[in-house]
Structures are given as C-alpha cells and as structure tokens.
C-alpha cells in the first residue's frame, strides 16, 4: 500500500509548456527529495525539502523549481519542458537520515 | 565524497541456482547502508537496513550482510519473481542525502 503518491504517472506533452509532477505523502515525513533516473543509471537527486519553508537544489541542475508549502505536499515544476527533460522523476520522503526512504511510483515524462 | 559501486551490472541465474550481489562503498561515517528492490516502471522498494559491520538482516530469501568496506545481498534458490533491479544507498553522518549505487540487474529464468 502506497504512502506516498506522485501524479501524473505518464506525461506526454510538447517542448516549451509548464509542467507540475505533484508528490503527496501520508506519513508526516519531514524530509523530501526529487529523483531523476534513466534506464540503467543511478538516481540523481535534483531537489530536497527538511520541512516547510525549506528548499534546496541537488546536484543535478534540471531548470526546476520546488515548493514545500505543506509537510505532506512537494511538487516539482519545469517552467519550459525542453526534450532533455524527457526521464523517469521519482519522489521519497524520509523521517530521520538513518532510515530508508519511501518512494513513489515515478512520473515517466516524455516531452517531443 | 561517499561513493558507491555494485556489481555486477546484470546477472542471469536459472531458478534455484543461488548467488550474491555486491556493494562496495566509501563514505565518511556510515549512518546506514540501504538495499533496495525496483520493478520496471516503479520506485525502489525498501528491503533492509545495515548499520554496523558485521550485521545480518534475512527476509525469505534474500539476506544482507555488511563489512567496513562493502555489503552483499545474498539470493538462496532464487525464483523467477525474484526479478528485479536491486539498489544499494548509504548514509554518511551529518548528512541527509543518501548516495546510491547504479543497481544490479538480476534476471531469473524459470
């Protein structure tokens, strides 16, 4: 049973429109991360939230943005979809740094 | 800078036929190392936790065992449901940013 929800789970959309990924958790997890992970490759860590009010980048630049307005809701937005953008965005979450994140199932975006 | 390499990249067994995974990492005060279970087209699944060498977990029929340098995830007459990508993170202190490895991909015939 899923904790923690990302919509939409596929996106097929064209260069140059705004995209929100919305991850919604259950779990009252203070600690949030946004993945991109292509086929075969590690997860790269784009954005990560400690709690509301909190934002900061990883270490892959992706042209996003994220906000933390609530504990249980980190969306992601690309302002301009470019068809480098086109990968697998995963979200977790976490309550304390030695404890295994829970992921959702991914957003698998496409953009022609 | 924590690092993480598994190996191998792909490994084919026949049903039955046991075998282990390995992780081999550096990291700078290890707070936890993790293994995760991915099926195509979903997030990693949580599967255990190790925090000090010499540590054991089992679950069916898998089980995880760690030293200072690496850990093994350990696959007993593996079945074909068994298929899957398992990935490796650790957990370095002062940090809450796990690194994870780029995974193994295991493939159980029948």
């Known amino acids: 049973e899923a904790d923690i929800y990302q919509t939409p789970r596929y996106l097929v959309i064209g260069t140059g429109k705004k995209i929100t990924l919305e991850c919604s958790q259950t779990m009252g997890h203070d600690k949030m991360y946004w993945y991109q992970q292509d086929p075969g490759m590690e997860l790269h860590l784009i954005h990560y939230s400690y709690g509301v009010n909190s934002t900061e980048k990883g270490d892959l630049s992706s042209e996003s943005t994220v906000s933390r307005i609530r504990t249980e809701h980190f969306p992601l937005t690309l302002e301009s979809a470019r068809p480098s953008h086109t990968s697998q965005y995963l979200c977790?979450?976490?309550?304390?740094?030695?404890?295994?994140?829970?992921f959702g199932d991914g957003t698998r975006l496409s953009i022609l | 800078e924590d690092q993480v390499t598994q190996s191998p990249e792909a490994l084919r067994l026949q049903e039955g036929e046991s075998s282990s995974l390995n992780c081999s990492y550096t990291?700078?005060?290890?707070?936890?190392l993790f293994w995760y279970r991915q099926d195509p087209g979903k997030g990693p699944e949580f599967l255990f936790t190790l925090y000090s060498a010499g540590e054991e977990k089992e679950k069916e029929r898998l089980k995880a065992t760690l030293t200072k340098k690496e850990s093994f995830l350990h696959i007993t007459a593996p079945k074909p449901e068994d298929s899957a990508t398992y990935l490796c993170?650790?957990?370095?202190?002062?940090?809450?940013?796990?690194?994870f490895g780029r995974g193994t991909s295991l493939i159980v015939h029948p």
């Open positions: 993170a650790v957990q370095s202190g002062g940090s809450y940013i796990p690194t």
């Open positions: 977790a979450s976490t309550s304390h740094g030695n404890q295994p994140q829970h």
């Open positions: 990291v700078s005060g290890l707070r936890g």
